[in-house]
């Protein structure tokens, strides 16, 4: 791995989303419109309080998630991966740019819902708004690396927005926003234990409910993260060139 050329790949990913509004709407503009959408449905109730955290952590997983796999897969299909790999690029240099591109980008997007939810929306965390927005970016950071790992997987772009609702629909059902993980039959609760979501929506819980979890919070944010260092791990065993 050279860090040169792994800055480069992020510079070049990062002018590439400059140039194109519809992704920089994608990343920024939907998820607030999509928190904005939920404050107003359930204002005057305590209801968005409850799950507004949760899914501040959910909504940049599957932006990032969808965002990162269809971009990751144009590089293959459009032959763009496979000159690049002729190059002194590795896998790695390869993998590790576009993390460091959509990871700041990813924490740009936290900080904007963050900011909508509370500034805006008026949600009110019992904890600090600091630990609401690293979940957040720890959330994102985990939707790219999971959409790196599953473009290796597509042949085209809309398969991979198909494995969108395989990846992230079962984790959406059994992460406890819908019912506490503790309340599902024994089965499921011991597989919502090895999805990643479940850590990242505990971690929103907590923090909207507890004033002095931050220990808490931050172990579950550990956990979150060692998924996605696991799944660029595995994304740079399974990328390939391109796509036959």
Request: charged residues 10%.
């Amino acid at each position: 791995m050279k860090p040169r050329l792994t800055l480069a790949t992020a510079g070049r990913v990062l002018r590439q989303v400059r140039a194109d509004p519809r992704t920089i709407a994608l990343l920024i503009v939907v998820p607030c419109v999509l928190i904005g959408l939920l404050a107003w449905v359930f204002s005057g109730t305590p209801v968005f309080d409850a799950i507004g955290a949760p899914l501040l952590g959910i909504f940049p997983f599957v932006v990032m998630f969808l965002v990162t796999s269809v971009a990751t897969l144009r590089e293959r299909t459009s032959g763009t991966l496979e000159r690049l790999l002729t190059t002194p690029l590795g896998k790695a240099d390869f993998l590790l740019g576009y993390a460091l591109a959509f990871g700041a980008l990813a924490i740009v997007q936290a900080l904007v819902a963050t900011g909508f939810a509370v500034w805006v929306c008026g949600l009110d965390p019992v904890g600090p708004t600091g630990l609401l927005v690293l979940v957040a970016v720890v959330d994102a950071l985990l939707g790219t690396a999971f959409g790196l790992f599953v473009s290796a997987f597509a042949r085209t772009e809309f398969q991979a927005v198909q494995f969108m609702p395989a990846f992230v629909l079962p984790q959406f059902l059994l992460c406890g926003l819908l019912v506490a993980r503790d309340e599902m039959p024994t089965v499921l609760h011991w597989i919502s234990n090895v999805l990643p979501l479940s850590y990242a929506v505990d971690a929103m819980t907590l923090v909207s409910t507890s004033a002095d979890a931050t220990g808490q919070v931050l172990g579950k944010v550990g956990i979150v993260l060692a998924f996605a260092i696991g799944a660029l791990l595995l994304g740079s065993l399974t990328l390939r060139r391109r796509t036959a």
